[in-house]
Every structure is written in structure tokens, then in C-alpha cells.
């Protein structure tokens, strides 16, 4: 694929590529490129894990990274991000990956330019590395994806993770029901309660509260969350056996899930950040095998 | 040479090598020393081409490059420049990179210190690895200096761009000529007009208006600027089939030039980008190479 | 050894252990492992060159190293430190090396994790690096520690230095004193003044002043403090001909050293700051050893 940008755009055999991919880069993490590659990682929002995800899987595959500071940049001097991606291409880099506020940032960047985008977040739109990342550890675990229950609680409206999973998930055959606040259920339809979901769901997906997106006048009560929508002891007590629990990071202890249940055994958490490697590594590679 | 601090050092011969050497790496980008170099890009002023370009340079030369923050450095404690240079000095650095908003910050880094200065910008004074691809970039179109008629327009008072291109293009025997608005015409003499210069150029030089430089008292109007002293789309017509336009970047779209134009037929914005890649690899190898 | 947290931690023979292999880097400071490790340096005080010694080091091993910016880093969005190196581990990082303003901050990160935690400075507590490349310059000058007179200057309480040194010194068989104001000399006895000390010390430590922690209030007089405790040029002239002068840096001049006698003959300032890389490849290479 040329670039990455949602997951709209990829069809079921696009998917399957990239997590059979990651596979055989958890099998054999180390591969070179015949040719020397050079991308940057744009973060203009904060971030760590995605950021350092990237970072590692551009290490393992052997590509130059060149350094970017959204904080020192031109953008400061008030560059288009066209302008600054343009400047990239010209300076030789093959690939950018961009985590940007503004949603859809990508299109701006569709013409005109030679270089591979991957989109690391755009705004309330979607995540798509994260997605896939989720798939693969759910193939993971279940080794299929038809008729898996997975449940997505949180703030469905602003997610984009929500928005990336609950579409793959429904065109790969998975059964999607969701758990929200009203206010947060956005277009979204069919929301459930936890009581009809502890008894059948096989992935209990967590959203993060995004405490820093819905600012002060949101009025947010943490343990109010905690008691009406999170992952207490209690409802994990009542969990089926081979039921998983998953939640993109970085985790709010006590508000999304119990301090104690981050790392208990349903938890992927952690084994979702391991994961990501080895799916970035196989997205990188995609829009990158097109360039050689 | 030892360093790169100014146009002023250079000889025509000197001049002659960096850009016979940068040719050639632009056909064949490879290289490595014999000997593990270590540089430190020290940018101490927002920058995203030059910085970048540098970066690529020095991976593509396969050196080693240690990260420095401005924002978190000990320059934050009080340090002065010549004890961070020492610093990293003592730390096994071989060459700095420096951009600094001080006017010839590198006096204070002649005596004393045993390690290659290459001037990234200095304050108001010159940017001689901006000057060095721009001249590049004239003779990849043209093929030599003498009488080529280049126009440079905009701040020249204030620009390291003007002061550095207008010295070296002088000295190869370029005719250079000038279109400013009177207040921003500095020591330099010899203004022109649009109308004057359109028959006869070969090269439009056009300078960056610095906003964050004039600040706000200025009372810079924008489109009043573009009409004036900008390369309008009726200007750029009444140009020479051979005319190229050239700007150190980033662009302020609609303000030094329309935005039509920056990717136009004469324009080698992105041009000189690519071009200054090879022109720092060149420099970087020629004060490395004393350093065997 | 697993992590170096401080300098308690350390026998004697863990301390020769590390000299002797910094000595042996020095010789010959090619080194790669067998193993690809990648390491993370989490910087959240500012610091140019222990971070700047650290990512030396970790070139010249060959590690791949994932770079931190504390100031766009999930840390902003709440999250722990446990949570955030967990994290690191969950990416595949081997070892993280952590400066943080809170005292003893890897106390949290001492169980449920399996990765390396090298302490580069943690609030007022310790700073085991700095102590062992100053070790490593003082063995260097004199070939033992037994019965070599130090006498430390400065703020000995709030500084992390003069802990770690003071406690290393005395196990190794050296004769330490103390000068300091009467504010500055916390929980340590034994102060001396600049007349009994300059007859006889063998080294001069001067630790820095730390006005970014002492804050306004504390009123300070940089020519009062250089007057009474700082090494004037009158003070330098009676010290013994081997007698060396050493400092952790950054030096504030004329403060703790007159400005003259930063690079004099006595001053190993600028060779501590040569030692620490190799010292710090020795840290690295030690817990690095025990992942293979």
C-alpha cells in the first residue's frame, strides 16, 4: 500500500497482509532493506507510546530516523504542514508519520507529493496503527475474528480508536457492542449495558478517559466513571475464563480499570504495546516495499 | 578548512571545491570515513530545513549524532556557549552545527577549542551553508557566474541570506542588483526597480520576510508588501524563459511570491532544498577530513 | 550488576570492577555486543552533559537508543513512571536511564519490571555516575584512594555529588573534609576551613552552586560565596604542586573557581567530563552484560 491513513481504505486482504506480516516479525525481528530509507516522525501532539513504537520498528528495520521538534520548527513561522512535508521529500525522505490535531490532516498532503504518509492519529478521526495493532493481538488470542463479542466502552464519540476498531471489527465478521455515557455515544447506535455484556464478551476494549480533550467544564467525576463504566474488581470477577482485556494506553489507574487489574492476567495491555512493534514494522515496510 | 564561519574566508577556490565535491556526491550519495566522526547539531533559534538538512547530510556520511535541546541544555543554568562547546569537546565531538541568534557567536569559540565550527546562522550576520547551496544551485542552472544578473529582493538589511549571497556572488563576477523597500535597504546601495530588473535577470532571489524578526510595531501589511515587492503572477510573466526563481524557504505564500508559484516551471525552491544535502555533505567532509 | 541506583549498592570490588573496564574502554573504545540492545535516556531535569556523556557512551556500544522528550511526553497526560518505563520494557527496551527531581525515584520501579534502571540523578539524593568517573580521575592521578586527602567545597547537603563521593571515598580508604557555609553543611560534621586544607589536600572538590535550586529568597552573593569559599587565584596559588581541582560542572566562573583557573594546569575539570564517557560505557556494559 502507498500510504496508511485510515481504516476505510484497507479491504480484508490488505489486513490479513499486514498482520501475517507482523507475525513473521515476531518470529524474526531483524531485516534489512536493500536500500537506505529515511523517514520522521511528526508528532505535534504529546505522545510517548505510539511515538517510541514507531521509533523502534524504524530501528529494527533499519531506517534513518531524522529528528523532529514540533516545538522548535518552521511550522513556528507559520509553514503549511504541505510546505514543511514538501520540504522533507525534497531534503530525500521516503516516509512520514504524522499524529496532527486537526482531523483528516492527510488531505491536504494527497497531491503533489512523492513520499509515504502513515497517519499516527488525526485529531477526534482515526488511529490506524493502533487498530491493527488491536486485531493482531486479538488474532492473537482467538486466532479468528468471526463471532469474537468485543465490547468497546468509553467515550465512543471522540475516540479514534473507537472509530478504526468498530469498523474493522464489524467488516471482519466480529460481533461490536458498545458501552457509553449518553453524552459520549456520538452517532454511534446500540449501546449495552454491563450486565448484558460480562456474561458473552471475549474482548473487553477500554477506552481512554481523555481528561486533556474534554477540558474542565466536562465536570468529571473519576470515581463517578470508575463506579458507572469502568472495569471495577467486581465486574472482572464475573468475566467469562478466556476473556481479554484490552485498553490503548496510556491507562488512567481507577478511572477506565482498577489500579490492580492493569496487569492481571485477562490484561493484554502491555502485550498490546509489545505487539505494536512488530504491526508497525510490517506497515512500514508495506508503503516502503512500493519505493524500492 | 578548519571551519565554516563566513563567506568573507573563502576563496573562489575554496568555493570551487565544496561545489565541485557536492556535484559529485549528488551523483553517488554513499561515503564513509575511515575514522568514526561525532557531530552535535547546536540550534539554538526554531529551524526545520537547515536542521533537517544537516541531519540527512551527516547520516548520509554515516556519522554519529548526539541530540541536543536548547530548551533543556545548561545554556538553561547560566553556562556560556564556549563551556558547552568545550563540553562536548571533552565528550568526543568532532564538529557543531551551530544556529544562534548572536551576531558572530563563534568569536568567542577561535581560541581554546579543538573541534570543526560550522555557522548554521548567525543573528543578523551570515548563513555561508544557505549561500553555499545557492550558489550550487546558480551553477547547476547556468553553468558559471560571470555576468549572470541575479535580483535579490526583500529585508536585505536584516537577512544572512542577502549578506552572505551578495559578497560571494560579487566576487565569482555575478551582477547583482537589489529591489528592497527603503527602510529595509541597510548599508547596501544600488536599488532597483521591478520594472527594471524583469527584462534583464536571470536569477530572482527572493528573501524571507521575517515577521518574528520585526515584530509587531512594524505594522507589516501583508498583501501591501506582495503588491510592491512580491514576484506576482504579472511580474513572474514579464520574466526571461531562462529565469529561475530561488528562496532560502520557508515561504510565506502570497506574501514574498504567490502561491501559485512556489512550485511553478522557473521556481527551484524545493531545488536548492535537495540541492543543500549534498552542499553540507560536502562542507561536513571538508572540516572532517583535516581531523584524520 | 542488575541496575546502579547509588553508590550504597556498590562493594569495593563492584567499584574496581567498574574502573578497570572504563580504563580498558579508554584504551580501546570499540566495543558491540552480540545482542542488539536499545536503551532510553529519561531525562526530566535539564542536563547537557551527563545526557550528552550517556548517549556517547551508548553509540560507541553500538545500543540503539529511543530518544525521550520529557516536555511532549505521555507523562504530561498523568501517567506514573512506573506505567511509563513498564511501557519502555513492553516496547522492548533493555535499560532506561532515568534523571528525576524526586529523591530515590526508582524505589517504584524495583519490582514487577525487567529491564535495566541506571540512576543519573535522582532530587537531592545521589548521582553514582558522577561519583565513579570521579573516582576514575582521581585513581588515574594518584593509582590508589588510600590515604589521598579530599576536601569537598560547597553546598554539601542539597548536593548529590558530595553524597555519593563523600560516601564512596571513605569506603575506599580516602581522608575526606568538608568546607561549606554553616546553612549549606546539613547532616555532615567535620567542616574544615580553606586555611587547614590548603597545606595538605590532594584534591579540591568544588561542587556547583545550584541557584535554580536554592531559589531568590536564598539572597545569594556570587562575589561574597567566591570570596570566602570559592578557589581564588590567591588560594590556588598555595595549594601543593600535585594537588588536582575537579568540579562536576557546569562551573558557574568566578562563583566556585575563579574564571582564570577553569582550564589551568590543575583543573581536571574538562578530563572528568573526557573519563565519564568511558566510565559510563563501563555502567552500561555491566548491566547490559547480565541480558544477554
Keep these: 500500500m502507498k500510504h496508511l491513513l485510515n481504516m476505510n481504505d484497507l479491504e480484508i486482504k490488505d489486513i490479513d497482509t499486514i498482520l501475517n506480516r507482523a507475525l513473521e516479525f515476531q518470529q524474526n525481528p531483524s531485516h534489512q532493506f536493500n536500500k537506505q530509507f529515511t523517514v520522521v516522525n511528526l508528532f505535534f501532539e504529546p505522545s510517548t507510546r505510539t511515538k517510541m513504537s514507531f521509533e523502534?520498528?524504524?530501528?529494527?528495520?533499519?531506517?534513518?530516523?531524522?529528528?523532529?521538534?514540533?516545538?522548535?520548527?518552521?511550522?513556528?513561522?507559520?509553514?503549511?504542514?504541505?510546505?514543511?512535508?514538501?520540504?522533507?521529500?525534497?531534503?530525500?525522505?521516503?516516509?512520514?508519520?504524522?499524529?496532527?490535531?486537526?482531523?483528516?490532516?492527510?488531505?491536504?498532503?494527497?497531491s503533489g507529493l512523492n513520499l509515504a504518509i502513515i497517519n499516527a492519529g488525526d485529531g477526534s478521526g482515526q488511529h490506524p496503527s493502533q487498530c491493527l495493532l488491536d486485531l493482531y493481538t486479538i488474532k492473537q488470542e482467538f486466532g479468528k475474528f468471526e463471532g469474537i463479542h468485543v465490547t468497546i466502552v468509553g467515550d465512543i464519540a471522540h475516540s479514534r480508536v473507537a472509530k478504526s476498531n468498530a469498523l474493522a471489527l464489524k467488516k471482519l465478521g466480529a460481533h461490536v457492542t458498545f458501552i457509553c455515557p449518553p453524552e459520549w455515544q456520538g452517532d454511534f447506535d446500540a449501546t449495552s449495558t454491563w450486565e448484558e455484556v460480562l456474561p458473552t464478551a471475549d474482548v473487553v476494549m477500554l477506552l481512554r478517559v481523555q481528561h486533556e480533550r474534554h477540558g474542565k467544564e466536562n465536570d468529571f467525576l473519576k470515581e463517578l466513571y470508575h463506579k458507572e463504566y469502568g472495569l471495577t474488581i467486581a465486574?472482572?470477577?464475573?468475566?467469562?475464563?478466556?476473556?481479554?482485556?484490552?485498553?490503548?494506553?496510556?491507562?488512567?489507574?481507577?478511572?477506565?480499570?482498577?489500579?490492580?487489574?492493569?496487569?492481571?492476567?485477562?490484561?493484554?495491555i502491555f502485550k498490546q504495546i509489545q505487539n505494536g512493534v512488530f504491526v508497525r514494522m510490517a506497515i512500514l515496510e508495506s508503503v516502503l516495499k512500493e519505493r524500492m
Design 56 to 110: 523502534m520498528a524504524e530501528r529494527k528495520l533499519g531506517l534513518h530516523i531524522l529528528p523532529f521538534e514540533a516545538g522548535t520548527s518552521s511550522t513556528l513561522k507559520g509553514e503549511t504542514m504541505y510546505d514543511t512535508v514538501r520540504t522533507l521529500e525534497a531534503i530525500g525522505v521516503d516516509a512520514v508519520v504524522i499524529r496532527h490535531e486537526q482531523d483528516q490532516f492527510y488531505e491536504e498532503l494527497m
Design 235 to 268: 465486574r472482572y470477577a464475573e468475566l467469562k475464563p478466556s476473556t481479554i482485556v484490552m485498553h490503548p494506553a496510556p491507562v488512567n489507574r481507577d478511572v477506565e480499570i482498577a489500579s490492580e487489574l492493569v496487569e492481571s492476567d485477562k490484561s493484554r
